[in-house]
């Protein structure tokens, strides 16, 4: 049942974004733009596992829904960030504030992987050839993970160094990377190579770091927010309503205000 409503808002909500990019204008491509793409990509691995598990005549259907949803993520996937990676390399770099942003390839890198293994290796395609092609996709998508981790790491530094703002994008730093370990992990088992394996089990120890990062820097902004106007206007000894900085990391002095004369 969840796995049905999902896919349903998940495949509307992919083709709506797709339609409203041809039908108009909506601005210089970013990275963010390929948010979308990933609930179908989920839609195929979950239902590669799930098919198997249900009675004739859901079990087939299930399966080639979730061929449909891989497919439409693949080519909304190229289309969006062969756009954005353009974009972004050759007209404008990715604002120091959305620098996060750049891990976002990376999630349907690992995603991808995890469904192209996981499809093929459920009937009706449990045989040879299409494990061949199942396994060949995911080492191609670990060659293209490369530059992609290779251009967000410089990206993520950047961005630190400029004293990138604390934002919701920042939790772009944790998915990816942990789709990347689950597609290691399922394409590692099943081809018996002990190094992707271990570069999954990498990849989930980065996603520890990171998720801990920005769980402690979502804690520190929500905090900030809420406390900071109250505990520093009874600091200044006063009633009156103070000002502050809405930014939840660099909050400003506040500044009392002054009595009507």
Do not use: N
């Amino acid at each position: 049942m969840l796995w049905s409503v999902g896919t349903v808002i998940g495949f509307a909500t992919a083709i709506g974004f797709m339609i409203a990019l041809l039908r108009c204008d909506r601005g210089r491509p970013a990275m963010t733009w390929g948010l979308p793409v990933v609930p179908p990509m989920v839609t195929a691995t979950a239902g590669a596992t799930l098919a198997p598990l249900l009675p004739a005549p859901w079990h087939p259907l299930v399966w080639w829904v979730a061929v449909a949803g891989f497919v439409i993520a693949g080519i909304l996937a190229a289309v969006i960030f062969g756009a954005a990676y353009h974009h972004h390399l050759r007209v404008a770099a990715i604002p120091v504030e959305a620098s996060a942003t750049s891990w976002i390839p990376l999630g349907v890198v690992g995603q991808s992987t995890a469904a192209a293994v996981a499809l093929a290796a459920k009937p009706p395609l449990a045989e040879g050839r299409a494990m061949s092609i199942a396994h060949g996709y995911g080492y191609a998508m670990l060659l293209i993970g490369v530059p992609v981790i290779g251009i967000a790491a410089q990206t993520t530094v950047r961005g630190f160094r400029a004293q990138m703002p604390f934002a919701p994008t920042w939790w772009s730093l944790t998915f990816p990377i942990g789709t990347l370990s689950l597609g290691a992990h399922l394409l590692g088992t099943q081809t018996g190579q002990g190094w992707i394996v271990v570069l999954g089990w990498l990849a989930l120890a980065v996603l520890a770091g990171t998720w801990t990062l920005c769980a402690r820097a979502t804690i520190r902004a929500v905090t900030t927010a809420r406390v900071a106007p109250a505990t520093t206007g009874a600091a200044l000894g006063s009633s009156a309503p103070a000002t502050a900085s809405t930014d939840p990391v660099s909050p400003v002095p506040l500044r009392r205000r002054r009595p009507p004369a």
